[in-house]
């Protein structure tokens, strides 16, 4: 099974990619974290794209494409692969379209989670932390038990991400919308394209997504 999960930032992507593991043996293939994984390592694709971003440009299609290629040969052909984050070109959709024949591979499923943008800013922008044991908190949704107190370790500080904010959310998700339109009505007319509602909870997701992939 080889699937693409689209869905902007704080959709639930990373969450139900993850359960997507758990559940059906697949293998996450995020290409930011595979990037930075491969600068680490010092591998020859890494070195390149290391090279790539130490000049202030981006990686170019060919870089990651190879990066995939490389991954989907690491991890053999029993294992099925999620797509995160890639394609998000026509280009990088041809790309993939012939790195999966390479590999005997077929697409399976292009699976969009659906979001209502104003809920989302709301979801996101309430989202705070323990600062001690990071425990997840929310003003509307899960507020402590204790006011001002984690429930978890009984810490009392606590922290929000910068970028946690209504002004950021708006930008993400019309970047998302930019990104991600062009390619959707080609595999819309190969018959690819599912949505499931992002907005639900994470256990109706999830259920959701199993029922596609079952």
Same mark, same amino acid.
């Given at each position: 099974?080889?699937?693409? *999960?689209?869905?902007?930032?704080?959709?639930?992507k990373?969450?139900?990619?993850?359960?997507l +593991?758990?559940?059906?043996?697949?293998?996450? $293939?995020? @290409?930011?974290?595979?990037?930075?994984?491969?600068?680490?390592?010092?591998? %020859?694709?890494?070195?390149?794209?290391?090279? +790539?971003?130490?000049?202030?440009?981006?990686v170019? /299609?060919?870089?990651?494409?190879? $990066?995939?290629?490389?991954?989907? @040969?690491?991890?053999?052909?029993?294992?099925?692969?999620?797509?995160?984050?890639?394609?998000?070109?026509?280009?990088?959709?041809?790309? *993939?379209?012939?790195?999966?024949?390479?590999?005997? #591979?077929? *697409? /399976?499923?292009?699976?969009?989670?659906?979001?209502?943008? /104003?809920? =989302?800013?709301?979801?996101?922008?309430?989202?705070?932390?323990?600062?001690?044991?990071?425990?997840?908190?929310?003003?509307?949704?899960?507020?402590?038990?204790?006011?001002?107190?984690?429930?978890?370790?009984?810490?009392?500080?606590?922290?929000?991400?910068? /970028?946690?904010?209504?002004?950021?959310?708006? @930008?993400?998700? #019309?970047?998302?919308?930019?990104?991600? @339109? %062009?390619?959707?009505?080609?595999?819309?007319?190969?018959? *690819?394209?599912?949505?499931?509602?992002?907005?639900?909870?994470?256990?109706?997701?999830?259920?959701? $997504?199993?029922d =596609?992939?079952?």
């Amino acid at each position: 099974m080889n699937i693409i *999960l689209l869905g902007p930032p704080g959709a639930g992507k990373g969450t139900q990619s993850q359960r997507l +593991v758990e559940h059906h043996g697949m293998r996450q $293939l995020s @290409t930011g974290d595979m990037l930075r994984a491969a600068v680490k390592a010092g591998t %020859p694709i890494g070195l390149k794209a290391k090279a +790539v971003m130490e000049r202030g440009e981006l990686v170019s /299609d060919a870089i990651v494409s190879e $990066l995939i290629d490389a991954e989907l @040969t690491a991890m053999g052909s029993d294992v099925g692969a999620i797509f995160d984050g890639y394609p998000r070109t026509a280009a990088q959709v041809e790309a *993939l379209d012939e790195i999966l024949a390479r590999h005997g #591979r077929d *697409l /399976d499923h292009v699976i969009e989670l659906e979001v209502d943008e /104003d809920a =989302l800013v709301e979801r996101i922008s309430g989202r705070y932390s323990c600062a001690n044991c990071g425990a997840n908190y929310h003003d509307v949704f899960n507020q402590p038990v204790r006011n001002g107190t984690c429930d978890k370790c009984g810490a009392h500080e606590f922290k929000r991400r910068p /970028d946690d904010n209504e002004e950021t959310v708006r @930008t993400r998700m #019309r970047e998302y919308r930019a990104k991600t @339109t %062009p390619i959707l009505p080609g595999y819309e007319s190969r018959g *690819l394209v599912s949505r499931v509602d992002g907005m639900a909870s994470i256990k109706e997701v999830t259920a959701a $997504l199993d029922d =596609l992939l079952n």
